[in-house]
Every structure is written in structure tokens, then in C-alpha cells.
């Protein structure tokens, strides 16, 4: 087949259009430059999404044929292997805006204790750079997205000048907020990315509850209206739908110079010249194109001459617990919708004086669920059938509380993955395969997860639901992939800088969560948004110096 | 109160009769028949719509026309249960079920009839009394007093 080769060179290609490709697209022309954006899908029209649907009306209008955008890409077109016996639950976004369509929104800042951890601990390495050189940036996006939350600020949570008034916590929370309290565990104000009040042209939240369905007034964050769009708009900015793709492309010295992709449909093969090359394709995928990018000045991949591209996989150990609190049994049941997801949130306490632990770094929780929901899938677990098994749902319903902590799982070099033995896709493209497993540290942590929820539980005299604690979930499910193509300050050690430039290749940028040194228990989206911005302020920098 | 026979044959007309197009479905009528009375013994009407009133029979038979496998377990988990089911006395049921609460299908049927139960609009709305999804100008949260800090 035919290859289509552009002659134009781009200042810099970005690969992806989630958050961080959004970020390095705003930032990048804001100063200037002339990008091309690869985006391996297309726009999700809002005026599409689901967001109003209301749960009975979905299967009336799929028998009528009608479908919501589909988010998640099918494994047929981006396939991926695991080993027998140990899966890895993948989630990704092909279209404008990535992930953030339908995220979480929970935006949490790093603190030293994440970036630094591994200097107390000696467990792997730690970051090259400290809270007081992200701080700047996080307050950046703040300003930007719009990030609700309180000023009740912790040692392992760094506090904002520019968070949205927070929303009132839902009673459960109140209560287990409360118990929590009791016995010495502080659960502060949530820090969300949801507008609470309109933020810089963007509509409030009208507390509709159905953020993960997509917001049909872009109330939160994403990526495609809250930067690319911007970026569109300064006429420096093109993006190509549908391109997936392939491999970094570079010359004899082993810089990079382009980026080959495929149509996502026709499967025709183009190449494109830039200057520079972002990376952000999220995680997984962007580690498989540097591994897929060989040559004889780069044999294991782009950039690898340290061998920890595709290593130290890290993603989050979760668990989810449910209980019923005495005090709203049979209550009058309110509008719990709130701005979706929790209002409030523990951050981590375990590293504090007088607390032992059998484990290395930490775990913070969320809760997720609180109150009235547009299910009642726990009442399976409710015992019994018939006319008394429905008041106890009744009754229950008001009172549900969910606890949900996510903890950090420490960076193992064989948590990896690779390409070359998995097969190719339909493009011809060597696929990935994920190697992860959770470990004695994730096993020990996991204990003290289960305890603390339970703990709270109890003192909150909640009636608890059935759990497993030996449950671990299957790896994946968080959506938090971090540090394949990890940043440090040693490049035998590391594969990127503290700007996310590459050690070995200095015109190649990777900006999304593979850049990550450690996973921390924290969301990482706010995260990659800062560390985005940064690299792409440096960026733009170097270009002009001309020294990429 | 418990459907009678005829209030189950009145839904199963009205599953049977789909709208123009013909929906996808799994079951056969004997087998709609079985389910109806099943799922209207786990979630029966009371003061409030049960099980079959909030089309739980049609929302399971949608689910086994997209999943082969579910399907044929599921038929096999029906057959047991026995086709006199629906002729037995409510106090009959009853009892059938009370011993057989930890048996997989039981559990499975229950599982799809919270489901679909919970989601419809009679169980969802009217029963579990919520109103959500809407739009609100603002958010007022927890306002009980004996709540607060």
C-alpha cells in the first residue's frame, strides 16, 4: 500500500487528545507553536451524551435501536494480551478528549511524602522533583479547569488558594464523617474537578448525578472543550481524526523526526514530520508506541537504553465496602445526586507518629455511593425473598454508605509490559502485553484498607454488607496506569527528566501517566495536568533556545 | 397481595405483544409464564408494583437474548424449578424457594430481578422513592442538625 507522507514539519506533533495531549496542545500554541494533534478517534458530540437518560428509558431506547457515544474502544480494535490467570482490566478512550469524557474528576495535588517516598522507604526511586516545583502548577490548572474542595488541608494533601466552594456533604457522609472522626481518622471536603459556581465560560454543575455518562453542559474538566477547543480556536493548532498510531520515526542519529500512524478505518499508513514529538497516548498505549519505535540506534525501543520502558507498571490496589447507618433506616429519601461521585475524602494518615504498620507507603479512601442511588444493586446481598424483602430494600435504601480506599502499589520491574511475542493487530502493529501482579506489600496494605473501612463502619454502628477481605479485584479497574517510561533524576535508572523529556532522545516528550516515578494512592489526572504543563513551559523554552 | 394466575397472563399478553418491530427474545411463552411468577415471588406487588407489574419478566428475557451462554444456563435453571410452578399455591412457592435460597440459579434470578426491578421506573421511582437526575440550581446536602459536627 501506498504510504502518504506530509512534507510539512510541524513544530511538534502531540499523539493523543486526553488530558495530557489537551494540555500540551493549549499550552504549546498559547506560545506560539505550530502543532498537529493525532487523535486515534473523533469528537463525542455533547448534545449526544446520555446524561438525562433515565435508567428505565435505556433499554426502551436500545430496543428502539438508539445507542450513547461509545466511549470505550472494543478489544477487536485495540487488542491486548495478558498471561493465563492473571488479568488486566484495560479501559481506554479513542476520541477527542480521551478519558476525561468520563473520569472521576477527583483532583488530588501530590505531596512530598509521594514524591519522595522512596527517599525514606529505599524502595525503587524517587521523583526528581518536589511539590515546591509542581505547586505552581497545580495552582495553573486549578485556575483553569475549575477544582472544587475545601481548605481543610493535610499533611499528605496539599491545600489550594483556588478551589470552588466545595458542596455540602450527603448525610451518610456526614455520619461516617463523623465516626471517623471519633476514632482519629480525619475525612475532610473532596477536591473534585466540577464547577460549582461557572468557571472561565463554563456552565455550573446542575447536580444531575450523571457525570460518568458524559456532562451535556461540560460542567467538569475534559479535555476537548476545556483545551483543544482554545487551542482550535488560536488557528495553530490540526488535529487528524482517526489516526492511530504506530511508531516514533527517526533519522540516522536517532532523533526523532515524525510519527507514522494508520487510518483507524481505511487502515491506510501516513507519516508526519515534527520537530519535537509529545507522547500521550495514556499510559499503556504510549509505552507500547516507544517499544514498537525500534531502529539500530534504538534496539529495545525509543528511548530505552536504560530498559525501564515498559517496566514498573503501577497501578492502584482498591476495595469496596457497604453498610447500612442506623440513622436514616426509613428515612425520607432526598435528592443525593450532589456533583457525582463523593463530597468528601480521607486522605492518607497511616505515616503519622504512633501508627505501625507492616507495609511500605499508603492508602487513602473514597466514598463513592453514598445515599440514594439510581440502583439497588447491594440489595442482592440483602437476604430473603418476597413482601419482606422489599421493605428491607425500602428501608435500607436512604441509608447505604460506600467506602471505597485505593492504595499505592509499589513500582516492581516485572510488573511490565512488552510487545514483539503477543502478536500484531489488524494495523500489522505489535501489541502489548501486560504482566501485573499485585504483591505481599499490596497483600499486607490490603489488610489495613479492609480494617480501617470496617473501623469506621463500626463506630458509625453501620449494619455492614457481606466482603470478602482476601477480595483484591482484578488489576486495572482503578483506570490509574502509571510509570511505564518513568521520569528520574539517575537515566540508568530512568527514562525521562523531571520536564518529561527523554534521557536518550531530547526532542521526545512523554507528558501522560506513564511519566510517572510512583503511583502514590492519590488520582492522578490533576497530576498529569501539572506535570503537562510544565514539561510543555519547558518545551516551548528549549525550542526557542534551538537547542531540540 | 400475590398476582393470580390471571393478573400473569395478562403480563405475558402484554410481553407477547411487543410493538411493530419484533423485539429480541430468548424465552418461549411457557418458560415467560414460569419467570413471571418467579421473579413476581422474589419482588411480589404489595401497596407498590411487583416484579412482573414493572416488566422484570421482559428486562431478564432481554439480557438472555444477548448473552448465549447466560441463556442456557438460565433455561436449564427454569426447567428445574419445574414447569407446575406457576400452578402452585403462593404458601407452595414460598416454601419451594425458602429452600433453595443458596442454589446458583435462585441466586442468579434474584440478582436480574433487582436489576431490572430497581431500575424500572414503578421499582426505582415509585417504590424506592427516588428523584433524582434532574436539575437542580443548587445542592443543600445533609440539613438534619443531629447530623452536623
Known sequence: MQIRKSPEVHDVVIIGSGASGGMAAWNLTRKGLRVLMLDAGTKFPRSQFWSHVKPWQVPERIAAGQKPPQFYVDLKTAPYQTPPGQPFDLVRVWGRGGKTNIWGRVSLRYADLDFAGAEHDGWEIPWPIRYKDLAPYYDNVDRLIGVCGGDDDQDSLPGSRYHLPPPAPRCGERLLQRAAGNIGISIVAGRRAVLTRPHNGHAACHYCGACGKGCDVGAFFNSSDYLIEPALASQRLRVIDNAVVARILTDDEGRAGGVQYFDRFTKEEHTVKARVVVVAASCIDSTRILLNSKSHRHPNGIGNSSDVVGRYLSEQVRLHMFGFVPELLGAPVQNDDGIGGEHVYMPRFNHRDGRKRDYLRGFGMQFWGCGAGDNAGWAKQIPGFGADFKTAVRKRYPALVALHPYGEVLPYADNRITVGAAGVDDYGVPIARIEFKYRENERKMMTEMYQTAAAILKEAKAEILPYDPLFMGIPGQAIHEHGTCRMGADPKRSALNGFCQMHDVNNVFVVDGAAFTTASEKNPTLTILALAWRATDYLANELKAKRL | ?149
Not at chain 2, 412457592?93 to 434474584?110: G, M, N, S
Not at chain 2, 422513592?129 to 436539575?135: E, L
Open chain 2, 1 to 149: 397481595m400475590n398476582p393470580t394466575r390471571r393478573d400473569v397472563l395478562v403480563t405475558i399478553a402484554a410481553i407477547a405483544a411487543p410493538p411493530a418491530e419484533a423485539q429480541a427474545s430468548f424465552l418461549t411463552a411457557a418458560e415467560l409464564v414460569s419467570l413471571t411468577v418467579l421473579v413476581d415471588t422474589i419482588i411480589p406487588r404489595t401497596d407498590t408494583p411487583g416484579a412482573a407489574d414493572a416488566g422484570v419478566p421482559a428486562y431478564i428475557d432481554r439480557r438472555l437474548a444477548a448473552n448465549a451462554q447466560l441463556a442456557e444456563r438460565f433455561r436449564a435453571g427454569l426447567k428445574a424449578v419445574g414447569a407446575d410452578f406457576p400452578a402452585l399455591s403462593e404458601a407452595q412457592r414460598t416454601e419451594l424457594l425458602q429452600a433453595r435460597q443458596d442454589d446458583p440459579f435462585f441466586q442468579l434470578v434474584k440478582s436480574m430481578t433487582v436489576d431490572g426491578y430497581y431500575t424500572s421506573k414503578e421499582g426505582l421511582a415509585g417504590e424506592l422513592g427516588w428523584h433524582g437526575n434532574t436539575y437542580l440550581t443548587e445542592f443543600k446536602g445533609c440539613t438534619h442538625p443531629e447530623h452536623q459536627r
